[in-house]
């Protein structure tokens, strides 16, 4: 039944006056530029804390000028203390995976595009939208706020392993209100994605157009589904581990601290608490997150690459059925961040073989990809060139997955400079690819003006260049022995790595600053770039069949009929070799011309 | 590849069968025209609603498997028998469960036109709100009663988890009346849809089962 009424529930009147339209907006598409704009916001911070840290690791007690401004405990003489590395380090990690990776691909193009590309005016549920939106930037600034107080944010890195999470200031800098800040940010961080959830999940299954039957949705929307339904399930797990940290900080209790510990030669009053507990339910969530930030990317690289291919995947079902199964598997795999916990070993056989098992479905969907683009007249711009550097980059970052996944090697390699190396490239570099991909090619749709293509491409090879700089050598660094999470190498067998770290140093900064031509290019096309066409990429599915930028209400007051499925590429019709999904042409296509 | 068509197709209404009175979906009044009803079932709440308890489900999950490992892993837990008032708040609340679905029924009635005279509309939502308000009334009792025995949140691992769980619940019965009181505003306005009250009653049977959940956790591992 294609109600009326389903579609009246999600309808509002336009806003008037600026803080409606633009800041407490019920529109969709407003929150998703603002998620963009705070994970843009998040990225350019968690790049300088890199920056910092790099400098300190390539040369040790480096004097970085006016580090003291930001804290004068943690950089007396503007010289990085070791504990405030690793503050950095943690800040750096959260603010990445949480305010950019899992913001960025999922919520903010996401919010933009999922209801335009089912044909919906809006999300069923818009104040939850807004709330969402509004309380993701609150978690933001409690998490930044801790730079500012008491003795400045957690050292415990982005999984904030326990018992040191839980035992107070004892554990060092930061340990105390810092930590309460981070679970609060990250608790704070649940609710907002919980809701976002929540509209995603609603608007897919029942905001779609007539004629809109779920295989006619676009792998994009498609991937946005999926990962909202992971997210469901992990921040919903999540939330409840960070007010369980809070609680043993300001209420006293012991769920995370076991008995009889001894930290500085003071006995903790805590008692019996489980330290791998924490482990559990931060993994359960922490594994599906990676894919949380990967799937979206999937969707993007998919869509554009079929675009600019000007024909579909070999299997438009399969994809779907791949990122379907991710998203199942990856609950089943996260103990393989444990097989060095002292957990038992048969549960490290047992999280092992799954594993190895969601391979599969991520390796058919590169299988994929690549078969696809064997033999296509693939159109070379910036959105796939940034999407072929996806697949390079998961690839690449997928490949070191396989030795991390058998515990037997893991012992070895857990830990060290290995593992960064792998899940940079595998899960950030990949998804940052990926919301580039997605930038270049929406952007004329969100703003109604063109990219300029030769700064793109300019970006697009710095970048790839840069990261495959910064990321490989990880790799051999970790084979060498060099542990992570140390803030200087002083053992004489890292001695001859240092030239190594110099090397990353000067790549991350380098690429650090070509991020800055991405920066320009995305301003000054924002109010100078060339006016965009509605359609400038000749694209098939319901966002190219809006006005650029899109009204109010999506479709102007009619909403599309859905009559194709959502690739018809290397057809003939009027418009050329593809036909949108909302044309209710009838087409030839090269198959049934045969 | 291709599959063109002239016409779009009927996407398949979601919910099949036709509607039957007392069902979960498209509850109709006696005799009434269930045509009447379908169109007050925009589905995009009747889904959201599983979403909700999809994810409340989940949290309490994540907890319930923190109780189970924190008991199994130390020596330190020390049980206490539950408050007596508990189950008698279990019966309050199962039976503003009752009183949600006698309310549901006669406003299904109501919508279809058949009011029963001299009856407010609300009766048995205002009801339902009162044992509500009872239930966590009576959830502070029992806490004030553990208190006065020196069980407090940091007491030991037996109690926090006491705290937490039933905490946790009142915190969510608290959304659910907030949700009663959504609808009988709707209500009062005439602008009640039906999704909205299935939703809401949807949610409040989920707590209440979710009570009694947690009542037979609470009793076996404490």
């Not at chain 1, 779609?208 to 919903?236: D, E, H, N, Y």
């Not at chain 1, 601290?257 to 608490?273: C, K, R, T």
């Not at chain 1, 490290?348 to 296509?376: C, D, M, R």
């Not at chain 1, 084979?479 to 790595?497: D, H, K, S, T």
Request: net charge positive; glycine share 8%; hydrophobic share 50%.
């Amino acid at each position: 039944m294609h109600d009326v009424s389903a579609h009246a529930a999600q309808h509002h009147a336009p806003p008037q006056g600026f803080i409606r339209k633009h800041v407490f907006s019920l529109d969709h598409k407003v929150i998703g530029k603002q998620y963009y704009a705070l994970a843009l916001v998040a990225v350019f911070v968690g790049m300088v804390l890199s920056w910092i840290m790099r400098l300190h690791l390539g040369w040790t007690n480096l004097a970085i000028p006016g580090l003291h401004l930001l804290s004068k405990n943690g950089a007396p003489g503007d010289i990085m203390t070791p504990e405030y590395y690793l503050q950095l380090m943690t800040m750096h990690g959260t603010i990445m995976v949480f305010f950019v990776l899992t913001t960025a691909p999922f919520a903010a193009f996401g919010n933009f595009f999922l209801p335009i590309q089912v044909g919906a005016e809006d999300m069923p549920f818009p104040r939850f939208n807004m709330m969402s939106f509004w309380v993701t930037f609150v978690a933001f600034l409690v998490l930044v706020s801790s730079f500012f107080v008491g003795d400045g944010p957690t050292l415990g890195g982005w999984t904030q392993y326990a018992p040191l999470n839980a035992v107070g200031s004892v554990g060092g800098p930061g340990e105390g209100l810092g930590v309460v800040l981070w679970a609060a940010s990250i608790a704070i961080f649940c609710i907002g994605q919980l809701l976002g959830s929540l509209n995603f999940i609603t608007t897919t299954l029942d905001l779609r157009v007539k004629g809109m039957s779920l295989m006619r949705l676009p792998l994009t929307a498609w991937a946005w589904f999926i990962t909202s339904c992971m997210g469901l399930t992990a921040f919903a797990v999540l939330m409840p581990a960070c007010i369980l940290v809070i609680l043993d900080h300001v209420a006293g209790t012991s769920f995370f601290v076991p008995s009889n510990l001894v930290i500085n030669d003071q006995l903790q009053p805590h008692s019996g608490g489980s330290t791998l507990l924490w482990q559990h339910l931060f993994w359960f969530f922490g594994h599906p997150e990676v894919y949380i930030a990967i799937v979206p990317g999937m969707g993007i690289v998919s869509h554009i690459l079929i675009t600019n291919m000007r024909r579909p995947l070999l299997s438009h079902r399969v994809i779907i059925g791949c990122m379907a199964a991710i998203g199942i598997l990856s609950y089943m795999v996260y103990g393989h961040h444990m097989f060095v916990s002292g957990m038992n070993p048969f549960s490290s056989l047992a999280f092992s073989f799954p594993t190895l098992v969601i391979t599969i479905p991520a390796t058919i969907i590169v299988l994929i990809w690549i078969g696809s683009l064997y033999g296509s007249r693939l159109r070379i711009n910036t959105a796939s060139l940034f999407a072929l550097g996806f697949i390079s980059m998961f690839v690449s970052g997928g490949v070191s997955g396989f030795f991390l996944a058998q515990p037997s090697i893991d012992i070895m390699l857990h830990a060290t400079y290995f593992v960064v190396g792998h899940f940079h490239m595998v899960m950030a570099v990949a998804a940052i690819f990926g919301i580039f991909a997605a930038t270049y090619f929406w952007f004329p749709k969100m703003t109604g003006r063109m990219m300029n293509e030769t700064w793109g491409k300019v970006h697009f090879w710095l970048s790839f260049v840069g990261a495959y700089c910064i990321f490989m050598p990880f790799h051999y660094l970790g084979i060498a022995g060099n542990v992570r999470r140390y803030q200087a190498f002083v053992n004489e067998y890292l001695q001859p790595l240092i030239p190594v770290h110099k090397f990353i140093t000067i790549a991350a900064i380098a690429t650090g600053i070509a991020q800055f031509i991405f920066l320009y290019n995305l301003i000054h096309s924002r109010f100078w770039g060339k006016p965009a066409p509605d359609n400038p990429w000749e694209a098939t599915s319901l966002e190219w069949s809006t006005p650029t930028p899109p009204p109010f209400d999506n479709f102007g007051g009619k909403l599309p009929v859905v009559y194709h499925d959502p690739y018809q590429y290397g057809v003939q019709s009027s418009t050329g070799d593809y036909v949108m999904q909302a044309s209710s042409e009838q087409v030839v296509t090269e198959h049934e011309e045969k | 590849m291709a599959t063109t068509i002239h016409e779009p197709p009927e996407i398949e209404p979601r919910r099949r069968g036709e509607p039957r009175n007392g069902g979960w979906r498209n509850l109709v009044p006696a005799n009434g025209d269930p045509r009447v009803v379908r169109d007050y079932s925009p589905p995009p709440a009747s889904t959201g609603i599983w979403v909700v308890v999809y994810a409340i489900t989940m949290t309490f999950a994540a907890l319930t498997s923190a109780l189970v490992v924190r008991k199994g892993s130390s020596l330190d837990w020390q049980s206490f028998s539950l408050p007596p008032i508990l189950y008698l708040n279990t019966a309050l609340i199962l039976c503003s469960s009752v009183t949600l679905e006698i309310a549901r029924r006669r406003l299904a009635t109501f919508m279809g036109g058949k009011a029963i005279p001299g009856e407010s509309p609300a009766r048995w939502l205002n009801i339902t709100l009162v044992f509500g308000l009872l239930f966590v009334t009576g959830q502070y009792v029992a806490w004030s009663r553990l208190r006065a025995e020196g069980l407090y949140l940091a007491t030991n691992p037996s109690s926090s988890f006491f705290y937490l769980l039933t905490g946790a619940h009142v915190l969510h019965v608290l959304g659910g009346l907030v949700g009663l009181l959504y609808v009988i505003g709707k209500l009062r306005k005439s602008e009640l849809r039906r999704s909205t009250l299935d939703a809401a009653s949807r949610y409040w049977h989920f707590v209440d089962i979710l009570w009694v959940y947690l009542l037979v956790l609470l009793w076996m591992k404490l």
